[in-house]
């Protein structure tokens, strides 16, 4: 064929490749934009800036491989963050990197599994096998104190399920937001065409695994139903009624089912999802206070075995 061939062949069909193209590139192109994640060097020049020395650390887990920051040494009481879907553990990069919460309690965030670091596009949608793959970093906590856990949107069933599963391990919750009742989970109609082969390839690879944890919520919910009498330790629920994601019937959920514990409902009529964004003092008041109900009851379980 000649190159006089090759161009007018070219000019005839321009727009059919050009068309080819877009449908190739463009989602990769997105891809690459809406990773919901913050690569290893970004997070060393954040933390530079701010002069603060982080640790990142890996373990395997499961047969999976999951990524995790922390801040302070390991006697310090600790305070595990947890993020939503999409998200990763820079989530909550402006509280481990808070200065007057570092000075009382070991911060760290983890990059859950599916997200981040942790074997990123890869699901894993059972709650209680992502509470067994974070439970390693449990056993790091060498301040005698049980940890403090905080969830944030889906991250708050699966501190609830380290609750449950690990109790030794476990001094307080806080929820924020959490997509806990299985009969007000919101799906939205684009998660089930976005779940379909001939669309899944095109959807960027972190919204791919928050769908099959949506389409699987449900579900892994259902099973937790038994278990929130197995909670004992304090927690505290936030929770906005303007909340267009996770509705605030989940609140009146936590209500109904977190009965074997002390439980505090904070509310806000005007507030939406985007709790540790918009309204972090409501967490960080959240954390002060569970650090001083794990402090008492800790003080009060030594007290007890010093008069036996």
């Not at 062949?9 to 913050?38: A, D, Y």
């Not at 939205?188 to 082969?197: E, G, N, T």
């Not at 892994?220 to 936030?238: A, C, G, N, Q, S």
Request: contains cysteine; aromatic residues 10%; positive net charge.
């Amino acid at each position: 064929m000649t190159k006089l061939k090759i161009t007018n062949l070219f000019k005839k069909h321009r727009l059919k490749l050009l068309g080819l193209m877009f449908i190739v590139l463009i989602p990769e192109l997105i891809s690459s934009c809406l990773q919901f994640r913050m690569s290893e060097e970004k997070l060393k020049k954040y933390f530079q800036a701010k002069s603060i020395e982080p640790e990142i650390n890996q373990y395997e887990a499961l047969g999976r491989t999951v990524n995790y920051v922390s801040i302070g040494p390991d006697t310090l009481p600790m305070v595990l963050f947890v993020h939503g879907a999409p998200g990763s553990l820079d989530a909550f990069i402006d509280y481990i990197s808070n200065d007057s919460l570092a000075s009382k309690a070991r911060l760290v965030s983890v990059d859950r599994p599916g997200y981040g670091h942790s074997g990123f596009g890869d699901h894993e949608t059972s709650i209680e096998r992502q509470a067994a793959m974070i439970q390693p970093i449990l056993e790091t906590n060498k301040s005698g104190k049980p940890a403090i856990l905080v969830g944030h949107s889906y991250g708050g069933p699966i501190v609830a399920r380290m609750a449950i599963d690990f109790p030794d391990q476990v001094g307080a919750l806080v929820m924020a937001a959490p997509a806990i009742d299985p009969e007000h989970e919101k799906i939205f109609w684009i998660s089930y065409p976005a779940d379909w082969f001939v669309f899944r390839w095109m959807v960027p690879a972190t919204l791919r695994v928050s769908n099959y944890e949506k389409l699987s919520h449900v579900e892994e919910l259902k099973k937790m139903l038994p278990l929130w009498k197995r909670i004992k330790v304090p927690t505290i629920h936030i929770h906005g009624e303007k909340d267009g994601l996770v509705p605030f019937e989940n609140a009146a959920f936590a209500k109904k089912m977190i009965t074997n514990a002390s439980l505090e409902m904070v509310t806000r009529k005007n507030m939406g999802h985007l709790i540790p964004w918009k309204n972090p003092d409501l967490i960080y008041n959240a954390i002060y206070n569970c650090l001083e109900k794990v402090d008492k009851m800790n003080a009060m379980e030594k007290s007890t075995q010093d008069m036996n």
